[in-house]
Nanobody, 120 residues
Framework: VQLQASGGGLVQPGGSLRLSCAAS????????MGWYRQAPGKQRELVAV???????NYVDSVKGRFTIARDNAKNATFLHMNSLKPEDTAVYYC???????????????WGQGTQVTVSS
C-alpha cells in the first residue's frame, strides 16, 4: 500500500488550496485518514482527521477554515483549506490507518508530504 499526496503550492494569504491523498492497493479497509503538518523548527501537528463514519476533528487553529473529506470508493481523503494564513505554511503529510480485508491488524501508512507556503 502506498499513499500519494498532492495539491500543495504557493498561495497568498486569504487564498485556498485543496490537498489530495489516495491510497493504492486492493482489498484494504481504511479506518481513519488524516493530515499532519510540520513547520520549520516546530513539531509535527495533527491538523485534521476523518473516521470511517465520517466523524471529523480539527486542531483549533484551523477550525472554520479547513474541511476534511473522504471518498471511500477512491480510498482518498481531501483537505480543503480556505482563508490561509502565513502560519499555515508547513509540509503537510497525509496518513491512513488501514488493514487488509484478510487481517484484523491495522497499520498506519504515510504519504510523502506536500509543501504549502502562504506568502504574499
Amino acid at each position: 500500500v502506498q499513499l500519494q499526496a498532492s495539491g500543495g503550492g504557493l498561495v497568498q494569504p486569504g487564498g485556498s488550496l485543496r490537498l489530495s491523498c489516495a491510497a493504492s492497493g486492493s482489498n484494504i479497509v481504511i479506518n481513519v485518514m488524516g493530515w499532519y503538518r510540520q513547520a520549520p523548527g516546530k513539531q509535527r501537528e495533527l491538523v485534521a482527521v476523518i473516521s470511517s463514519d465520517d466523524s471529523t476533528n480539527y486542531v483549533d487553529s484551523v477550525k472554520g477554515r479547513f474541511t476534511i473529506a473522504r471518498d471511500n470508493a477512491k480510498n482518498a481523503t481531501f483537505l480543503h483549506m480556505n482563508s490561509l494564513k502565513p502560519e499555515d505554511t508547513a509540509v503537510y503529510y497525509c496518513y491512513a490507518i488501514l488493514r487488509s480485508t484478510y487481517s484484523l491488524t491495522s497499520t498506519i501508512y504515510w504519504g510523502q508530504g506536500t509543501q504549502v507556503t502562504v506568502s504574499s
